[in-house]
Each structure stands twice: as structure tokens, then as C-alpha cells.
């Protein structure tokens, strides 16, 4: 029989053709052929020359070690049988390290910015002249408070965190030792967070938020791809959930604390800066957590034994969507970004999450302010940030839990999640409020505040399970909080304190657009990435490819893209 040539792997725009020579050989001929066609056949991608001298796409150029996944030097190309017992232990014991941290980290992002809608209303505004009396009180009517500069302090911290993504986070994927990167950044940030018991004018505290959210910016991006480096596609949507519930945890453990703090009289600061300093001191206590004891990937994780490691890093190779490489790749920027090849996913993934989080903006920044409109004192509308944190704790958890029990549930969870945020948006908007204590409305805020959440926490989830590359995860994860940003910039401007009688209006229908655009895009995206799915497995059908676990087993950590690897599948 005349030697065969292996199938090639021919990328066209946003398609994976399989293509064969001749026809298919038997598996004898294929064990026969496999040792000559060993290094010809690596089937990898060469990041810019594949795309300077072969237009079409060929892959199977070879390429260096240091573009590979780090998890090939420990495992290799061959899959290899793991112990049961070996690998639920290993995974409780990456949940038990990385989750606590994480929950608190991100605890302390939100509460950073939290922290401005509760010193609000304990003299900050004063204090930092953030609000001003456009009409005063008069023939029984209340004054007119114009609340701009507060908006913009709220916005402005988005805006340094849109300058800080894209840099911080390829920065964090190209350096060795991420946990030292890490460290520093964030005592950095918490070193800004402190200094703002220091400010004394709206104009400085701008300059402070944005610093604050341009360093910032790195914590959120690192965790979620963290959870994709140590995570299978189907356990990520529990574990995005659990670090991004912190969320919900903090307008508790916050709340509380800033109760307290409300609640201190005398001294030489007033209690909103007592409050900063705070933040700051945890914040500087989680950076040195970070330096010293943040791992890079499994590969490196100090807290696994040998075996645990070895383990942690083989049961990913079902994942097809590898560890981490250092090597930047642009080619694979391009192919985010494309609309013929990936950029479609990204786009609906973007508008989702933007759509989304344009209640953040209001909700972190103004929901105090908001909840004391409904004639509650400023500690009662803290308090009643308790229930709101508890309930969208319980609700984020529980459909991480659902995403990851059931398969292709999730963009479904999504477009379901966002019903009770359109519905709490009209009860809030078109209720009475009472003039001595409003319940319906705090009823409908309540449901916005506790379903919104899980509608973002799917999204990122989304985006970051059906992305496969080092470079694509960086830029997935730091889009994804691009449009965060937007939708927090967006959030705090709809919020008009002249149209309070009316209970803001601006504010409730906008909201309301975002998430009936939310609802549209998700199941866009349900339709993208079925039709995907679909297309690849007729391809690998088509060549007989399909059952070649070789093949499937070398690709899994080669940091090919999900264009690029065949045996890539999108979850729903």
C-alpha cells in the first residue's frame, strides 16, 4: 500500500474545512504512517507566518515550544487515564485555595465602588460639593438637587478601567510570574483607595476614580481567566458564579460596615473617610496574598503535589482550549474581531453584557440615594440593601449550579433571568410610593438588584467557555469588561434627580430597552453557536475524523484557537 498523507486542516474565514489527499486509510495503515508522519503532521499554527505567506489558513506549519500551551511539558501530546478519586480531590482542593480569594478580591472591587453610593449619604456630597441646589425648597415643594458631579464620579472610574484592560490584561498573560504582577497592581490600587479620605474637592476625586479603575481593571479579567485555565467548560459556570457572587456578599458584609462606620461621631475624619481607609487596608492585605501566593496556572500551583498537578492539567484536555501560553498572538486578536470568522461571537457577547450592566451603573453607585427616595432614613436604606445582596447571592449560585448540572441550559437561564429585571424596573417606575414607607417599590428594586446579577455572571460564563487560546482569553475576558464599563458609564447618566417626582422615568425605560436587547442577542447567539457546532461535527464526520483520539489528544494544548482546533465544541 503507497504511504497516505494525514488530513489537513485548512482554516477559511470563520469555518474549519477537512480536507484529505486521498482517501481515508485503514487504522492499520494510519498506526504503519504515524511515526513518519510524527513531525509534519503537528498540525499546529505558526501565529503570523501562517498568515503572511499561506492566505488560506493552512495549519500544519510548525512552530516553537514557547507558542505551545505550558501544559504539553507536563503531559504531553497523549492523553493518559486519570484515578477518580485522584481527580475530585485535586478539584476540591483548587476549589477550597483559589474561591475563598477570589470572593474576597472581588468583594473589594465592588465595595470600592459601592462605597460612593453610602458615603453619599453621610456627608461626601457636601463634604466634596458632588451635589447642588438648583431650586431651593419652597410653597411646600422640595428643593431641586442637581446630582452630575456625582455621576460623574461614579462614571469616571469606568473610564479609567476602559484605559487599563487591554494593557494590564495581556500584561498578566505575558509576564511568567503572574501572582507577582498581580500583587503589585493591586497594593497600587489599594494604596489609591486609602487616599481618598485625603481629597477635598469633586475635581480631585475624579482624578482619584480614575486612577482607581484603570488599576483596578486587571482583577476581574485575571479571574475569569483563571477560572478557565483550572476549570473544565462544564464546571466553569459554578466557579464564575461563586467569584462573581461576591458581588451579592458585599452589599451585606459592605452594608454592615458601612452602618457601622455611619454610625461613628467625632474624631478628626468624618465617617465616609473612615469608610476608604478601610477598603484600602483589606485591599493592601489581599495584594500581598496575591504576590506571594498566586499561581500562574496548575502547572505551577504550589498548594497541588506532583500528582495533583499532573492530574489538574490532563482532565483539561477535553476542554480543547488549553492552560497558558505567554506568547502574544495577534492572529488571534484578528480572528476576535473579524466578522468573518469570530466576530460575531464577540459582538453578541458584548452587547449582552453592556446591555446588562447598565443597571450597575444605577444600582451600585445611586441604589442608597435611590432606596432613600422612598422616604427611608439613609441607615434604613442601607439596611435594605440586605435582602437584595442575600436573595442575588442565592439566585447566582443556584444557576451556576443549573449550568453546570445541564447541558446547553445557560443562554436559556439568560433570556429567563431577564424577565424579573424588566418586570422589577416597571413595578419601581409606575408604583405609589408611599409617603412614609414605600414597600412596592422596594419590592421591585429588590428584583432588579437580585436578578441582574445572574443574567452577568452567565454572560461572562458565556463568553469565557467558548473561547479557546491564552491570547483570546485575554482578549475575551478584558472585552467583556470593556463592556462593563460601558453599561456602568452609560447607568449613573440615566438617573436624573430633577425628574425624582416622576420616579425617574429615564432611568426605568432605559433599562428596560437594555434588557429586552439582552433577551434578542442571547438567543442570537444560541443560533451562532449551534450552527458552529453543527459545522464541525458534519466536517470531522465527513473525513472520518471524529473518533481519532490521537489526534484529539495532541491538539488539546498546542493554543490553537477555537476556530482553529476541530475537536473545539461551543457550549449553550
Not at 506549519?61 to 505551545?68: G, H, Y
Not at 463634604?127 to 438637587?145: C, Q, T
Not at 436604606?381 to 442565592?394: D, R, S, T
Request: charged letters at 15%; aromatic letters at 10%; hydrophobic letters at 45%.
Amino acid at each position: 500500500m503507497p504511504p497516505v498523507t494525514r488530513p489537513e486542516i485548512i482554516l477559511r474565514q470563520n469555518s474549519i474545512c477537512l480536507s484529505s489527499k486521498t482517501a481515508k486509510p485503514s487504522r492499520a495503515a494510519q498506526t504503519t504512517t504515524s511515526k513518519t508522519d510524527a513531525k509534519t503532521s503537528t498540525m499546529d499554527v505558526d501565529k503570523e507566518q501562517a498568515h503572511r505567506d499561506h492566505p488560506d489558513g493552512l495549519a500544519n506549519l510548525p512552530v516553537s515550544s514557547k507558542e505551545k500551551d505550558e501544559a504539553i511539558t507536563m503531559v504531553g501530546e497523549k492523553e493518559h487515564e486519570l484515578d477518580p478519586a485522584l481527580v475530585a480531590r485535586t478539584v476540591r482542593k483548587i476549589d477550597l485555595y483559589l474561591l475563598p480569594v477570589m470572593i474576597f478580591g472581588y468583594g473589594l472591587c465592588y465595595y470600592d465602588k459601592a462605597i460612593l453610593g453610602s458615603a453619599a449619604l453621610f456627608g461626601m456630597t457636601t463634604d466634596l460639593s458632588l451635589s447642588l441646589v438648583v431650586s431651593p425648597a419652597s410653597n411646600g415643594k422640595p428643593a431641586v438637587i442637581d446630582t452630575t458631579r456625582l455621576s460623574w464620579a461614579t462614571s469616571i472610574f469606568y473610564f479609567g478601567m476602559l484605559a487599563g484592560l487591554y494593557p494590564l490584561t495581556f500584561a498578566l498573560q505575558r509576564i511568567s510570574n503572574m501572582g507577582r504582577l498581580l500583587g503589585v497592581l493591586v497594593i497600587i490600587w489599594a494604596t489609591i483607595c486609602m487616599s481618598t479620605a485625603g481629597v477635598t474637592s469633586h475635581q480631585g476625586l475624579y482624578a482619584q476614580r480614575f486612577l482607581l479603575g484603570f488599576f483596578e481593571a486587571v482583577i476581574p479579567t485575571s479571574f475569569m481567566c483563571i477560572i478557565s485555565s483550572y476549570y473544565t467548560q462544564e464546571e466553569q459556570s459554578l466557579r464564575q458564579s461563586w467569584w462573581y457572587s461576591a458581588t451579592c456578599l458585599w452589599t451585606i458584609i459592605g452594608g454592615g460596615l458601612n452602618y457601622g462606620f455611619s454610625l461613628v461621631k467625632g474624631g478628626a475624619l468624618h465617617s465616609w473617610q473612615y469608610i476608604y481607609l478601610l477598603a484600602g487596608t483589606l485591599t493592601f492585605l489581599f495584594g500581598v496574598i496575591c504576590f506571594f501566593a498566586a499561581p500562574s496556572s496548575p502547572v505551577t500551583a504550589w498548594f497541588l503535589s506532583k500528582d495533583e498537578k499532573f492530574a489538574a492539567v490532563e482532565r483539561l484536555r477535553s476542554n480543547q482550549a488549553g492552560v497558558r501560553c505567554t506568547t502574544l498572538k495577534w492572529a488571534h486578536v484578528r480572528e476576535s474581531i473579524n466578522p468573518r470568522e469570530d466576530g460575531i461571537k464577540t459582538l453578541l457577547v458584548f452587547v449582552m453584557m453592556g446591555s446588562a450592566y447598565t443597571i450597575n451603573g444605577a444600582i451600585t453607585g445611586f441604589g442608597p440615594l435611590i432606596v432613600s427616595t422612598f422616604n427611608y432614613t439613609p441607615h434604613q436604606a442601607i439596611l435594605l440593601q440586605f435582602p437584595l445582596g442575600g436573595l442575588g447571592f442565592v439566585l447566582m449560585i443556584l444557576t451556576g449550579w443549573l449550568g453546570t448540572r445541564y447541558k446547553d441550559i445557560r443562554l436559556v437561564m439568560i433570556g429567563l433571568g431577564c424577565l424579573p429585571v424588566i418586570a422589577g424596573c416597571v413595578i419601581v417606575w409606575k408604583s405609589e410610593w408611599d409617603p412614609v414607607h414605600a414597600v412596592t417599590p422596594v419590592i421591585g428594586y429588590t428584583m432588579v438588584g437580585s436578578f441582574f446579577p445572574l443574567v452577568v455572571t452567565l454572560t461572562i460564563t458565556m463568553g469565557m467557555s467558548n473561547i479557546a487560546s491564552s491570547t483570546k482569553k485575554s482578549f475575551m475576558s478584558a472585552t467583556i469588561f470593556v463592556a462593563y464599563c460601558v453599561g456602568n458609564i452609560v447607568g449613573p447618566l440615566m438617573v436624573r434627580s430633577q425628574s425624582r417626582a416622576q420616579h425617574y422615568p429615564e432611568l426605568w425605560l432605559g433599562l428596560i430597552i437594555c434588557y429586552i436587547i439582552c433577551i434578542i442577542a442571547s438567543i442570537s447567539l444560541y443560533v451562532v453557536l449551534a450552527r458552529a457546532n453543527k459545522k464541525k461535527e458534519r466536517a470531522l464526520l465527513e473525513q472520518g475524523l471524529d473518533d481519532d483520539r490521537a489526534e484529539r489528544a495532541k491538539l488539546a494544548f498546542q493554543d490553537l484557537t477555537d476556530l482553529q482546533n476541530p475537536y473545539f465544541q461551543y457550549v449553550l
